[in-house]
């Protein structure tokens, strides 16, 4: 069962990949048509079947590659879940938000044609390497799915082909670029060191490796570029407000826990025997990871765009996330009590970001729901996330309940600080929504049953309900009790008070006249300029070395006419002396004579 499972998931989504050029080739016709039909969006539908169906389980094949072995166990099908859920449910979601596409298509429109086409196929392309990534066993599968889903995604960041949407996907193909050199380096130079093919081997094997911390360094910062490590997650504010609205989905609530996946599946985490080095890495993780989870809420509420303030609250979520396993890494006795909250964590920001994802499009396009019942379920999601409701709860719950035990009850106060910009985001985001939604409602509404708000909704009420299906996959996350509900819920009702605050003093323009607004990148854009000015600057050194060199030739040329100059003007009077040799010697003879006859008188 788990076998067939396992190969099911793997390849029907290639199979939707290649079932259109097929069809073509198969019926003589010259192009192949792409449409957004329910088969399509089924592409997750094994997977999903394979984490709830297929328990644990592990699958060989030693003829791929350098020998395959594809596997899950508890944590693997919890993250397995979350992803094919949310994959599934925005591809139907993008069915609805890509129908005018269709109809334009349809129409005749070639740009519209050629979109549709290119998300058709780069959708299920970027789910395999997703899906691969998460069940591969071996260093050679795990690494191939990271490559396939980063680099598909580039289509799907720059699906509008705008100005805009190029430069998003240029920060997000450069970043990758950095990123994948980086992972490739760790994974390379770690199994080579240790000559190990499994990431379960690299993972003991690094704990007591000489050069363990380097190579952890490297898997560190290649991961945390998908997972957007404070200074490496220029991309993330730039790609996801031009994605589609789908695409931005699965970016932040799928995608980046690729990073998150990466550092669970290669750093020793839980390694009593670990180095010291490997201890400096986890304090820097978690140093790095705080930075970026309250530095980005504070950038993340002067964004306009709620596409982009949900980006830096993917950076800010992600901080955490990187704290957490950096305090795994610092304390290993530790990660066992905290791995299951990191998992249920990821799950839980995975599904809820990817409702408020889905929120915006809604937003923009609201369906036939009273305004108050429409306000009341965007804000879900986003109390969610603030850690007052549903899953958002439980999670924040489990990961203090675990540092607590572990005597880490500073680190529980940094993160509550960090929950204070998460509200604040979330206010801020609502806020957005909300001003789109009013505008929107002229424009016409919705069925509830189409596409985009069935999906929506469903998404949504997976997300508040994770911990009530979660045990289904073997892992039951706790209810906190009642006693520490005023505990929990203090940071959100800090940042909402503080974003009341602020948006008043804004409105009433106090703030307004000292108010400088970063842009969605925020460090891309001084970074642009200044590689622009080395470039300009290196331009211009090469156009003066080029200059330099002109002159250098020319006076060489010159030197060397005037050379050429001075051996002809030697052989004319060569020539002119041989001719007129005799002459010469006669008066030569002449002059001797006189001089000889003067000199005897």
């Known amino acids: 069962m788990f076998a067939v499972l396992m190969i099911a998931a793997l390849l029907w989504p290639l199979l939707l990949v290649l079932r259109e050029p097929l069809m073509a080739a198969l019926a003589g016709r010259d192009e192949a048509r792409f449409p957004l039909d329910p088969l399509w969006a089924t592409a997750p539908l094994p997977a999903l079947a394979l984490a709830l169906l297929g328990g644990d389980g592990e699958l060989s094949m030693a003829a791929w590659l350098l020998g395959g072995v594809w596997g899950l ?49 780069l959708w299920p392309l970027t789910f395999s390497g997703n899906l691969l990534l998460l069940v591969a066993e071996d260093i050679p599968s795990f690494y191939l799915g990271f490559a396939v889903m980063t680099f598909a995604a580039y289509g799907l960041v720059i699906h509008s082909g705008t100005r805009d949407a190029l430069t998003g996907g240029c920060a997000y193909l450069i970043m990758a670029m950095l990123g994948e050199g980086l992972i490739l380096g760790g994974l390379l130079w770690g199994a080579g060191s240790l000559g190990v093919l499994t990431l379960g081997e690299l993972r003991e094997g690094l704990a007591t490796l000489e050069e363990g911390a380097w190579i952890g360094v490297l898997l560190w910062l290649g991961f945390g570029v998908k997972a957007g490590v404070a200074g490496l997650h220029l991309w993330l504010p ?42 400096w890495l986890g ?16 950038v993340g509420v002067c964004q306009r765009h709620p596409k982009a303030v949900l980006a830096y609250s993917s950076v800010s979520q992600l901080g955490m996330l990187a704290a957490l396993v950096g305090a795994g890494l610092t304390a290993p006795a530790l990660w066992p009590a905290l791995a299951p ?6 799950a839980h920001h995975g599904l809820t970001k990817g409702a408020l994802f889905l929120g915006v499009g809604i937003a923009e396009h609201p369906p036939r729901l009273p305004a108050w019942a429409l306000a009341l379920l965007l804000a879900a999601p986003a109390l969610s996330l603030a850690g007052v409701l549903g ?25 509550s600080l960090a929950a204070v910009g998460t509200t604040a985001l ?10 789109g939604e009013r505008q929107a409602r002229d424009d016409g509404l919705m069925p509830l049953a189409a596409p985009m708000p069935l999906a929506w909704l469903l998404l949504l009420a997976s997300a508040l309900a994770l911990p009530l299906w979660l045990p289904a996959l073997g892992m039951a996350p706790a209810w906190p009790p009642a006693a520490e ?42 970074l642009a300029q200044g590689l622009g000015r080395l470039w300009r600057a290196a331009g211009h050194a090469l156009e003066r070395l080029a200059a330099w060199k002109a ?36 008066v030569v003879a002449v002059g001797l004579a006189l001089v000889l006859l003067f000199s005897a008188a």
């Open 426 to 435: 979330m206010a801020r985001t609502l806020w957005c929504q909300w001003q």
């Open 283 to 298: 304090r820097a993780m978690l140093a790095v990871g705080l930075a970026g989870a309250i530095g980005a809420a504070l």
């Open 485 to 526: 509900l005023i505990g929990l819920g203090w940071p959100a009702l800090l940042g909402l008070s503080l974003s009341l605050l602020v948006g008043w003093l804004v409105h009433r323009g106090v703030l307004r006249a000292a108010w400088r607004r970063p842009p969605p990148g925020d460090l891309w854009w001084p």
């Open 341 to 346: 909250a990191v998992v249920l964590f990821a």
């Open 73 to 121: 166990d508890e944590p693997r099908r919890v993250l397995l879940a979350f992803t094919a859920l949310l994959w599934l449910l925005a591809g139907w979601y993008a069915r609805g938000y890509l129908a005018g596409d269709g109809e334009r298509a349809t129409a005749g429109n070639g740009a519209a044609t050629t979109r549709l086409a290119r998300f058709a196929v």
């Open 391 to 415: 899953s958002g709860l439980a999670t924040k719950w489990a990961f203090k309940e675990a540092l607590y035990d572990g005597g880490y009850a500073g680190l529980v106060t940094w993160l």
């Open 238 to 279: 730039l790609a996801h407000p031009v994605a589609p609205t789908p695409a931005s989905a699965v970016l932040s609530g799928a995608m980046v826990k690729a990073g998150v996946v990466g550092w669970m599946a290669t750093l020793p985490l839980g390694e009593p025997t670990a180095a010291e080095g490997i201890a």
């Open 551 to 586: 002159a250098w030739v020319a006076w060489w040329v010159g030197l060397e006419r005037s050379g050429t100059a001075a051996l002809e003007a030697l052989g004319e009077g060569e020539a002119w002396l041989r001719r007129h040799a005799a002459v010469l010697m006669v």
